[in-house]
């Protein structure tokens, strides 16, 4: 990758000297050349064919097309129910899964990229995940901050009247050190 780079500055740095050493005209007619050169190596787009639409390629489009719902799969065993989410906290390369209110789409963390899935989590659903863990837990809800570890998984949530309550679960290896 190095070397390319050196490779290319010094091609390009030559390649201005001869430019730059040169008539006008020369330099004319060695740019022409160049661009005729590229002409033979550059892919043409396809031409556009007119297509008449059918009843079948309207029922393609992007406009029909609907969203398959997204499989619920139960929790694994001695884990908690989270809904939508079991899905996350059962894949091992997940180590987070962020939602940022209700109606908008969860983010998961997948080796350390952050990466949009098409689940979307309704209020009621958000609420539930956050009592759950309160529950299990045994620490009370309170407006604000809560944090709570329960077995590997470790949720924080803002809980807010005046924006959504959003929340994050981490998956933690056992002897981890919280943070």
Sequence with gaps: MESDLRWFFLREFTRQLILNSISDEERKLILE?????????????????NMVASPRTKAMSSASIERRP????KPL????????????????RVNQIECYGPKKEIL???????????TELDKEEIEKIISSFSEKTRIPL???VF??????LLLTAVISDFVDTRFTIQKRAPFEKLS
């Design 108 to 118: 998961v963390k997948v080796r350390n990229q952050t990466q949009k899935t098409r």
């Design 147 to 152: 944090r709570a570890a329960l077995g590997n």
């Design 142 to 144: 309170i407006k604000g």
């Design 77 to 92: 065993p001695g884990h908690m129910d989270l809904g939508k989410l079991n899905l996350f906290v059962a894949d091992p």
């Design 70 to 73: 997204i499989p619920v799969i």
């Design 33 to 49: 050349e160049q661009e005729k050169e590229r002409e033979k190596y550059t892919p043409r787009a396809p031409q556009q064919i």
